[in-house]
Nanobody, 115 residues
């Protein structure tokens, strides 16, 4: 089993930056891949960033060039650096990890981008 605990959400103005963190209960390199998702009311969760154990990353076009996923292997912590934020980035952000045969989700952290 894996516990994922997000933090770092909050209120930010459009054009600003925010960094989210996700602390994992297992060695982070054993969780593959690790993702950040976001969800807005009435919508499904959408993938906004992914990192594999080998370090490969990918992003949807909506955040490419603005968001960066990274990890600190010594602290077993995943990050999402969000720059040039837009009101449409508002939502609840979730960390998700695949371990063994299962997917594990964190509890989510709220991000609000004001215009």
């Amino acid at each position: 089993q894996v516990q994922l605990v997000e933090s770092g959400g909050g209120l930010v103005q459009a054009g600003g930056s925010l960094t989210l963190s996700c602390k994992t209960s297992r060695r982070i390199l054993s969780i593959n891949p690790l993702d950040w998702y976001r969800q807005t009311p009435g919508n499904q969760r959408e993938l906004v960033a992914r990192i594999s154990s080998s370090g490969l990353t990918n992003y949807p076009d909506s955040v490419k060039g603005r968001f960066t996923i990274s990890r600190d292997n010594t602290k077993d912590t995943l990050f999402l650096q969000m720059n040039s934020m837009k009101p449409e980035d508002t939502g609840v952000y979730y960390c998700k990890g695949h371990y063994g045969y299962l997917d594990y989700w964190g509890q989510g952290t709220q991000v609000i981008v004001s215009s």
